[in-house]
C-alpha cells in the first residue's frame, strides 16, 4: 500500500489518550504531584480529533481547554485513571498513555487535616498500579504507545520500558535538557518502535510533536491493516 507524508486519517479509530499528572492525597489539604502540564497529552488529542478519530482524553488536574471534538473524562488519582482507561481498553485502537502517572501514594489518608508537632513526620508510601504495563499484559488488536521521562540514560531505560511493558513505540525524552519536560511548550525526543524504526526529533512544540507521534502511528495501524 502506498503510503505518502502527509497524514494519513485516523478515521473509524478509537483512541485513548492519557494527559497531565495525577495527585495523590495525605489529607484534606495535602497531597502530592508532579509537574506535569499535561500539554502533550491534549496536543496528542486535539491532533488524534483532526485526523478524524473517536477520540478520547483521560485527564489528571491540569488547566487547559478541552481540544474540539475530543471527549474528555477528568481524573484526579492514579487509581482514577487506572480505572477510566482500563474500562475503555478493550474498545480502543490506539493508546497512547503520556499521562506523569504517580508512581506511589500515602498509604494512610487522614479525614482530618494533620496538626503538626515537633520534630520530623515520616510519610509511608505504597504503589499505585502502574497502568502501561498492565495494558501491556492485556494487550490484543490495540497499538500501545507510553513515554518515558528521563534525567540520565535516555536510551537505556526508554528500550526497557518498550520491552518490559511490551509496548509497540516509546517516545524518550530527557526532561533534563533545556526546553524538555513537564511543564515546557517544548520538546526533543527519540522515538522507537518495537520493530527497531527509531526517529530522533529535534526541539520542537508539543503540537509538532504530536503530529509527529501520530503520523507514525496512523502509518503503524494502516501497516497492519494491509
Ligand atoms: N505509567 C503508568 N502508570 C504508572 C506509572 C507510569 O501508566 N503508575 C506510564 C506513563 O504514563 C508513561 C510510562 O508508564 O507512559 C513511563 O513512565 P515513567 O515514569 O517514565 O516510567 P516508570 O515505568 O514509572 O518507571 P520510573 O518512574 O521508575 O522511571
Ligand atoms: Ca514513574
New binding site residues.
Partial sequence: QHQSTQSLSLSGKRVLI?AGPTREKIDPVRYFTNPSSGKMGFALARQAAALGADTTLIAGPVDLDTPRGVNRVDVVT?QDMYEQVLSRYDASDLVI???????YRPKQVFDQKMKKSPGDYTVEMER??????E?GERKRHQYLI?????TQDLEY?GEQ?LVK?NLDAIVMNNIAEQGSGFSTDTNASVYLAKDGKRVDWPLMSKDELAANILQMASEALVGEES
Avoid: C, P, W
Fill in positions: 492519557t492514579a498513555k503520556s499521562a506523569a502517572v504517580a508512581d499505585t498500579h502502574d497502568i502501561l504495563q495494558l507510553g513515554f518515558a521521562a528521563e531505560y520500558k511493558k
